[in-house]
């Protein structure tokens, strides 16, 4: 997994004083992405599609950093590439023209942006058309952690992952027919249709994996460019839901939760600890769960211990 946090100290030494008096240091964190327009494989039997990525991969690598750290951000447009594309930041606070403005094929471009708002942000590219940019794969996640850390309401998870939801067109649809939906076929999870679901398609291989009575933290963002998701884990119940993953924006025993096109939640879920389980989490509008939106949990005593954990938040 990609974690592009690093832990230089250097060049910023601003003590931040959370709340409860403990002191947390400010980080300049470097993130450097590259867009890559390529042939990538959009489902679990290999089939491929063109699309357009930060990085090579859909969703792009996840950015990690905690709050009040500074975001280092280098975007560069390769030159073999054939369009203008540009980095929109949700966690940033900044100038939509400036900051956000798009660069041609060989171009780089440089800002900055205190990340000062904890939380599960998407971050996506805003050059013209924004449909097709968004819905050929420019999209990923940063994830802002609390400076406060941990608390009662907002445990230490066992586990953590990244689902990103997205969409999948025909090949060849248009900007325009984009942006209406038509020709639309399905919902890309981590950027394929059905990637963790063995269920529905007997060529996934993989599944999200926990161990009986492990509490899973899924930091979900809903890339598609028109519809909402309708987040439910079919035979269980969200233990605790942070709308936006800000701890502060707590509601509890939720059972689906809507989550708007770019916004993203954080929510837990606590399997059963006496028995090995599984959980379909699904985006319960059933076009969007019968065409892709569909994410198996499993969890037994032989689960995987690195999945999950240290980083390793998108399973591929
Ligand atoms: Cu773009």
């Given at each position: 997994m990609r974690h592009l946090r690093t832990l230089?100290?250097?060049?910023?030494?601003?003590?931040?004083?959370?709340?409860?008096?403990?002191?947390?240091w400010a980080d300049t964190v470097p993130v450097k992405l590259t867009v890559v327009e390529k042939e990538l494989v959009i489902d679990n039997k290999?089939?491929?599609?063109?699309?357009?990525?930060?990085?090579?991969?859909?969703?792009?690598p996840v950015v990690r950093v905690k709050e009040g750290d500074v975001v280092d951000f280098t975007l560069t447009n390769d030159p073999k590439n054939q369009n203008s594309h540009s980095m929109d930041f949700h966690a940033a606070v900044v100038d939509?023209?400036?900051?956000?403005?798009e660069i041609k094929p060989g171009e780089s471009k440089h800002f900055t942006f205190s990340a000062d708002h904890p939380g599960v942000f998407i971050y996506h590219c805003g050059a013209s058309s924004m449909a097709e940019h968004i819905s050929r794969g420019m999209y990923g996640v940063i994830i802002v952690d609390p400076?406060?850390?941990?608390?009662?309401?907002?445990?230490?998870?066992?586990?953590?992952?990244?689902?990103v939801h997205g969409d999948l067109f025909e090949a060849g649809t248009s900007a325009e027919d984009r942006a209406m939906n038509n020709h639309w076929t399905?919902?890309?999870?981590?950027?394929?249709?059905f990637h963790y679901d063995p269920v529905h398609d007997p060529n996934a291989g993989l599944t999200l994996e926990a161990a009986p009575g492990e509490r899973v933290r899924l930091y979900f963002v809903n890339a598609m460019i028109n519809e909402a998701a309708a987040l439910h884990p079919i035979a269980g119940i969200w233990?605790?839901?942070?709308?936006?993953?800000?701890?502060?924006?707590?509601?509890?025993?939720?059972?689906?939760?809507?989550?708007?096109?770019?916004?993203?939640?954080?929510v837990d879920i606590v399997p059963p600890a006496d028995r090995a389980t599984n959980n379909a989490i699904v985006d319960h509008r059933m076009k969007h769960a019968l065409n892709g939106g569909i994410t198996v949990l499993m969890t037994?005593?032989?689960?995987?211990?690195?999945?999950?954990?240290?980083?390793n938040l998108v399973i591929r």
């Open positions: 230089a100290f250097a060049g910023l030494f601003t003590a931040i004083a959370g709340v409860s008096g403990s002191v947390a290999g089939t491929t599609q063109k699309m357009w990525t930060y990085g090579g991969t859909v969703p792009g939509v023209l400036d900051e956000f403005g400076k406060e850390g941990y608390s009662k309401a907002f445990p230490k998870p066992d586990r953590e992952y990244v689902l399905g919902v890309l999870v981590n950027g394929k249709v233990d605790r839901v942070w709308d936006n993953g800000n701890p502060k924006n707590i509601r509890y025993g939720m059972q689906t939760v809507e989550v708007p096109p770019a916004h993203g939640l954080t037994s005593k032989s689960a995987d211990p690195a999945k999950g954990r240290d980083g």
